[in-house]
């Protein structure tokens, strides 16, 4: 059995339980129990704090932990970054007020910063040769500047908009941030095997991800030209049908290009494509 710690809500919370849930991992759906074990698969899910996974993980309270990288960074606790995972992202940034003229980074001399990551913010500064005041809140750093208490922030910004409704403009990024799943140093094998099933799981889950799978109906005529536009993972599949000059052609597409291409297959004559998702993808 391997315990993996969770936060306990909010968006990195869903994001995780969604992809436990896509790589079959049935945990159930109440979180009034501080541990929730599987009932397909040797795991348990352990709900914490976001900024207490670190910490769990590198005791070995909990054998991994699916934490925002700036909380590992922000903690700098000693465990092993196994994956990193591509959702709840975000950036660390620093942001003053929209009607202040700022010149660039020496404007953070001798100025006060309110955040809540300031080991991050310190070690930055200290690389670039500012010397500022750090002043640590772990409420809502954004009202800082708003109330006199600072004279810019340094926080998680994601889509902007809490920064726009405090008045504030983004102006220096400093790290950006996504999900990480870590690992304990000291792992045992049985434990290790454990979790390379699960990666492979989540490898699956991920390689799916954007991905269509395409059937249609194409003339040999242009057999060549069709499989030269299709990106398949070695080549499409090609199956005869009962009309000699036709023949049926699967593929897989990915969505960032899939409109330019079907464009181009129609193009050259294909017809009754079908377009199916792709829920798991094993390479």
């Not at 454990?194 to 057999?223: C, G, H, W």
């Not at 499989?227 to 090609?238: N, W």
Request: hydrophobic share 45%; with cysteine; proline share 4%.
């Amino acid at each position: 059995m391997i315990r993996i710690a969770v936060q306990s809500k909010g968006r990195l919370f869903e994001d995780t339980m969604n992809l436990l849930a896509e790589a079959d991992i049935k945990i159930g759906a109440t979180r009034r129990t501080l541990l929730v074990q599987s009932s397909n698969f040797p795991l348990e899910v352990l709900y914490l704090r976001d900024d207490d996974i670190p910490q769990s993980v590198a005791s070995g309270v909990a054998d991994l932990g699916v934490v925002g990288e700036n909380e590992f960074v922000e903690r700098h606790e000693q465990a092993d970054v196994v994956e990193r995972l591509g959702f709840s992202k975000c950036r660390l940034s620093l942001a003053i007020p929209k009607e202040v003229n700022y010149t660039g980074l020496e404007w953070f001399n001798g100025k006060k910063i309110a955040t809540s990551y300031p080991y991050i913010l310190s070690q930055f500064l200290e690389q670039k040769g500012i010397k500022a005041d750090i002043h640590v809140i772990t409420g809502s750093v954004e009202i800082s500047p708003g109330i006199g208490l600072a004279d810019g922030i340094f926080d998680i910004v994601s889509s902007g908009s809490t920064l726009v409704s405090n008045n504030l403009r983004e102006v220096e990024v400093v790290m950006k941030s996504e999900a990480l799943l870590i690992a304990n140093k000291q792992l045992s094998e049985e434990k290790r095997q454990t979790l390379r099933e699960m990666l492979f799981r989540i490898a699956a889950v991920k390689q799916a991800e954007d991905k269509k799978y395409v059937r249609m109906n194409a003339p040999k005529a242009s057999l060549k030209e069709i499989i030269e536009v299709l990106p398949g993972l070695k080549s499409p599949t090609i199956i005869p049908l009962a009309d000699e000059e036709w023949c049926s052609v699967h593929a897989v597409l990915d969505q960032k290009r899939f409109w330019e291409i079907i464009g181009k297959l129609k193009e050259l004559g294909a017809q009754g494509i079908l377009v199916t998702p792709i829920e798991k993808m094993i390479l």
